[in-house]
């Protein structure tokens, strides 16, 4: 019989009896008992609900230590900087821990409550804390609190990333004006953006060996571009020719050819069987761009094109958020800036039409279909992937070889490795459009008996000529 078994539903525990108790439950634990995927799943999600209230205990405990006081008992000065000794975490992580058990304790009582029973996480209780602090003043407690609500409820659906965007617009719940909920989300981006430029920094280190570390901290939007530059020049399907695979092709650096076979896990479309080092072929990368910088015309265009999606009414009024194919926000001004001599393309809604069904007249997808999609997706159609909608190849929903259509409403965006996967006959893929039109594909094995009876479809190569990971569309 376990532990808990015997314990009185009524009986309650102080904190320290309940780490007892975990110490002795964890101490017996066998997690190669299970077996069962979906018993894995369910145990999972039941751990994580079980670590959100346990983070809810401790946020309580550093809240009624900052009430009492332990800080002035220790000599330390303040209670942040007790916590960040007690717990050998960094000084200002330990500074975020008390101010959200502070808000919490306070203040944002649906949300205490909410991480209480393990339905959302510190992160996302976090990200709630942030946004109703940054609230305009003049809002009524019944409209803070409608606010508070609603952003717990988005919580137990997205990720703290999407919830941060959201909360951005945190005055649609309080029912006020569209152009209040504009100006209020500009001026939360602009802060954001004024903040990313004073903590800016590049640090060089020359380790005498042949090779400079460096570590540098920039605004989203720059470091959006360099990573899209990036990912690229280290494209698998840019890397690899017809036919080959991570550890088979060649990594194309300018005029020389290196392979890469050993390193830190597998590549991102998930091929091949040997682990390939990213990082350094991120490296490699970043080498060859700062080698061919052209300095004669270092305030000129990008390389790269970043999508940027605004409504034409925001970018008029210079007000809002406007929407990078990277998955991140800017604000409206930054994207007028930026549209003067950035590699930017601005994708400007109820602006100038441009065709975007082709029907059979086009085997790929176009460039103009890629933009459109932007203002829809912001990662890989495939059901719980985060890999971003810039990544993205674009499928076709009815294969090309069976009489389908490169239209818009039908192309979907995935990454390398879903795919690849779409195109499996090991696989069975199902592509259904919730309510605002997004596509979402699900995956499942097939019986193994049959799997080499059926295709989806195969899988069609682009010109390898181009040397373009987009052009490989199906």
Known sequence: MSAAAVLSPKRTFTAARCAELLHFALDRTDAEREVDPGAIAGTIQELDRAMNRLASVRLALVAQADRAEVAAESGQSGTDAWLATSSRVGGAQAAGQVGLARALDEELSVTRAALEEGSLSPDHAGVIATATKDLPDGLTRRERERIEWSLVQKAQRVDPSRLRRAARRALEAARRAAREVDAHEDRVLRSEEERALERSRLTLHDNG????TGRFTVPVLAGSVLRKVIEQMVAPRRQWGPGAGPGEGAVRGGEHMMTARTGEGRGVDGGGAEA???????????TQLLEHLDTDHLHGKAAATVVVTIDEARLRENLGAAHLD????????????LACSAGILPLVLDGESIPL??????????????VALAVRYDTCA???CDRPYAWSELHHEDPWATGGQTNLDLAVPLCGFHHRRAHDPAYDCTVRTDGVGIKVVGFRRRDRRHAGDHALGSPERGDPERGDPQRDQS
């Open 357 to 370: 069904d082709y029907g059979r007249t086009q085997r790929f997808f176009q460039e103009s279909q890629r």
């Open 326 to 337: 990277t998955g991140q926000d800017i604000s409206a001004s930054e994207a007028r800036r």
């Open 382 to 384: 495939a059901q719980g």
């Open 276 to 286: 390939i080092d990213w990082a350094h072929r991120r490296g490699l990368a970043l």
């Open 209 to 212: 060996d042949g090779t400079v």
